[in-house]
């Protein structure tokens, strides 16, 4: 096998572990939060009065939101390694898009009611 055939391959095991251990810490996270929001309802567990349970779940959902992120800058980081600029000036396009996106949206959120 070839050099140039190795480094997709070696890309796409990167991005699936990424993805498949983020997926994994944030459903963890997220469960965790679950169970100390049920406990915390029923009175069965309190944490120095506050939400850990709230403040669990938001982590989780903050990580599921920013695993794409995270693949486009992973990608972004390989591609430049790789010296590949067409599909790395892509990829800054998209974060570039996603961080306008991101900007506009918490600027804009109280206006769109």
């Known amino acids: 096998m070839t050099v140039t055939t190795r480094r997709p391959f070696a890309l796409e095991r990167l991005l699936a572990a990424l993805l498949e251990y983020g997926t994994w810490a944030a459903s963890i996270v997220l469960a965790t939060g679950i169970v100390l929001n049920v406990c915390e309802n029923q009175e069965l567990l309190t944490i120095s009065g506050t939400r850990a349970g709230v ?6 959902v903050a990580i599921f939101i920013l695993l794409p992120i995270l693949r486009l800058t992973l990608m972004l980081g390989m591609y430049l390694r790789q010296r590949d600029y067409r599909f790395s000036l892509v990829v800054a396009l998209v974060l570039l898009i996603v961080g306008i ?3 506009a949206g918490v600027r804009l959120g109280p206006l769109a009611g």
């Open 55 to 60: 403040a669990f779940v938001s982590v989780g």
């Open 101 to 103: 996106g991101c900007f």
